[in-house]
C-alpha cells in the first residue's frame, strides 16, 4: 500500500493551498482517510478526517478553512486549505485505515511520506 502527498509549498498568511493523497488501497473506498500534521519539536496532530460514508470531523484549530474531500472512484482524498496561518506551518500526512476505527487519533495502518506547508506572516 502507498500513499502519496502532494501540493505542500511556501505560501504568505491568508493564502491557500490544496493538498492530494494518492491512495494505492484495494479497499480505499470502505477505508476512513485521514490528514494529519506535525510541527518541528510537536507531536503529530490530527487535522481532518474523512469516513467511508463521507462524514468528517475536524481539529477546532482549523475548522471552517480546512475541508476534506475523497473522490473514490480515483482513490484520492483532498485537503483544501484556506485563510492559512503561521501556526499551520508543518509537515502534513495522509493516512489511510485507523487501526480502532477512531478516525481522530493517529493510530492508522498506513501513512504516506508527508508534504511540507510553510505559511510566512
Known amino acids: 500500500v502507498q500513499l502519496q502527498a502532494s501540493g505542500g509549498g511556501l505560501v504568505q498568511a ?64 483532498y485537503l483544501q486549505m484556506n485563510s492559512l496561518k503561521p501556526e499551520d506551518t508543518a509537515v502534513y500526512y495522509c493516512a489511510a485505515e485507523p487501526t480502532v476505527g477512531v478516525i481522530t487519533t493517529a493510530k492508522y495502518n498506513y501513512w504516506g511520506q508527508g508534504t511540507q506547508v510553510t505559511v510566512s506572516s
Do not use: H
Open 14 to 77: 491568508g493564502g491557500s493551498l490544496r493538498l492530494s493523497c494518492a491512495a494505492s488501497l484495494r479497499t480505499f473506498s470502505v477505508v476512513a482517510m485521514g490528514w494529519f500534521r506535525q510541527a518541528p519539536g510537536k507531536e503529530r496532530e490530527f487535522v481532518a478526517g474523512i469516513r467511508w460514508s463521507g462524514t468528517t470531523d475536524y481539529a477546532d484549530s482549523v475548522k471552517g478553512r480546512f475541508t476534506i474531500a475523497r473522490d473514490n472512484a480515483k482513490k484520492m482524498v
